[in-house]
């Protein structure tokens, strides 16, 4: 009998908001020109907390950063850094708006450890989601339509197996994957490359405003950050450090999501790719990574979850995914004719809900077929 994991819908204690008084020091930090996430690292090492960084003497800081970044450090407040923590302020009062520093106790510990992690990140919806066991699933914007669906049943499949899909809310195999995750228990995470008060594409609002509801949207930068080019291959190490590894569903040869599978082996992730026909431009990166960099070709959701140890014999606690029991009734209640799910939940007294993710777990699973009209048929005896 192979099952997976139980997601858990709650955190089990509530998340604190970052203070009035801290926010003004990472954010001033964060903002100081010419100090960079390593220099800030390398100061917060050494004084602790923001606070104490600009606390610090000149011959103090001379001894972590550059004579210039000592110089900026010690320079006043800004009014626009004010009228930065105000608005910030106030966005985090909003309902499901939160903010995490580096150093709050709910910062989520996968980010603690990669490298350059963010000073702050502003959460929309479910921070609880950021602690879960996730799978990162991106791929590339112009996807094939077959790309598009293998993204969405394959995010689908693995977050009702309880990982949490993360992506990057590009147009393509990010929102199939987003989509995807949303249709299961796991949900997703959205980590963009704006400010959290700022969605792109504008294409994407509609998907956005669901994963604000039922899932979790990230972003290390300030309020109004606007789509700067450098801001997404920036973005795509909170991609890969929040994950257990990364999936790519389709990359050309020359594709951003290599760039995201690039920080995932520096991070060390587990890697996956899904393979395509030797003519297909959208498939050359796949090729490239199980060829060169190690990733592991991967057919069916169930491949990721057994080499994640997630598919594991009588884990307590856990729901069914392709235990044999189960899988002999479903083949039995389809018989030799196509029918619908209400059909067959009917015959397996069980929920028409619970039934579609594990008719799709068998579709995934090469045992059943979907057919035009949401109908079913087996596929062995």
């Known amino acids: 009998m192979t099952r997976a994991v139980q997601a858990t819908d709650t955190p089990s204690t509530p998340f604190q908001p970052v203070s009035a008084a801290a926010l003004a020091g990472w954010l001033r930090l964060q903002m100081t020109d010419g100090v960079g996430l ?39 407040p800004s009014a626009a850094l004010a009228a930065l923590v105000d608005a910030t302020l106030a966005w985090q009062q909003q309902p499901g708006n939160l903010l995490l520093s580096y150093g709050h106790p709910d910062y989520p510990e996968a980010l603690r450890h990669i490298a350059a992690a963010p000073l702050l990140i502003y959460i929309k919806g479910r921070a609880e989601l950021l602690a879960r066991p996730s799978l990162a699933v991106v791929g590339a914007r112009n996807a094939s339509a077959q790309g598009v669906l293998n993204a969405e049943r394959m995010a689908q499949a693995l977050s009702e197996a309880g990982l949490t899909i993360v992506s990057g809310l590009a147009l393509g195999i990010d929102a199939a994957a987003h989509t995807g995750g949303l249709n299961g228990p796991g949900s997703t995470v959205a980590v ?29 930068y300030a309020l109004g950050t606007p789509p700067l080019r450098d801001n997404f291959p920036r973005r795509n190490r909170v991609i890969s450090g929040l994950a257990s590894g990364v999936l790519v569903v389709e990359a050309a040869a020359k594709s951003g999501s290599l760039i995201t599978a690039k920080l995932a082996g520096e991070q060390g992730k587990e890697l996956y790719a899904i393979p395509g026909s030797i003519h297909a431009t959208l498939a050359k990166g796949c090729h490239k990574l199980i060829r060169e960099d ?88």
Do not use: W
């Open 192 to 220: 963009i490359g704006t400010g959290a008060d700022r969605i792109y594409p504008a294409r994407n609002k509609a998907l956005a405003r669901r994963i604000a509801e039922e899932g979790c949207i990230v972003s290390e």
């Open 38 to 76: 390593g220099s800030a690292h390398r100061l917060l090492e050494r004084f602790v907390t923001p606070e104490a960084v600009f606390g610090a003497g000149r011959e103090a800081l001379l001894e972590e950063v550059k004579p210039g970044q000592a110089d900026a450090l010690l320079q006043a």
């Open 294 to 381: 190690g990733a592991k070709l991967v057919e069916s959701a169930a491949d990721i979850l057994t080499d994640l140890g997630r598919l594991t014999p009588g884990a307590p606690g856990s729901r069914p995914l392709l235990d044999d029991t189960f899988v002999d009734r479903v083949l039995a209640a389809l018989g030799e004719h196509p029918a619908a799910p209400d059909l067959l939940a009917l015959r397996l007294s069980q929920s028409a809900a619970e039934l579609q993710g594990q008719l799709l777990a068998l579709e995934l699973a090469g045992l059943v077929e979907r057919l035009p009209g949401g109908m079913f048929q087996r596929l062995r005896g």
